[in-house]
Nanobody, 111 residues
Framework: VQLQASGGGLVQAGGSLRLSCTAP????????AGWYRQAPGKQRDLVAR?????STNYANPVKGRFIIPRDKSTVYLQMNSLELEDTAVYYC????????WGKGTQVTVSS
């Protein structure tokens, strides 16, 4: 199973984007799902997580701006009040990351 993120694009600072990640229904039944991001020259970091029970956690830089809702087969990342520093390639995976990484989706925030 390789998860593919989609929904990225170019957006102005202050704008919003909604990313999607679709997986076989069983993928997240027993594992937490997470959104990660990697900016140029930086390591890949976990920014949002939702457990199989629905509990959520967010990295400090995105807390209060990003939301990670989920349905049976899709995990979303609702990104609001985007900042220049949110520019990165965004990936989805389990938490901890146990599946092959997909290509990710590029999010570029412009001033």
């Amino acid at each position: 199973v390789q998860l593919q993120a989609s929904g990225g694009g170019l957006v102005q600072a202050g704008g919003s984007l909604r990313l999607s990640c679709t997986a076989p229904e069983s993928t997240f039944s027993y594992h937490s799902a997470g959104w990660y991001r990697q900016a140029p020259g930086k390591q890949r970091d976990l920014v949002a997580r939702i457990t199989s029970g629905g509990s959520t956690n967010y990295a400090n830089p995105v807390k209060g701006r990003f939301i990670i809702p989920r349905d049976k087969s899709t995990v979303y990342l609702q990104m609001n009040s985007l900042e220049l520093e949110d520019t990165a390639v965004y990936y989805c995976n389990t938490v901890p990351a146990g599946l092959p990484w997909g290509k990710g989706t590029q999010v570029t925030v412009s001033s």
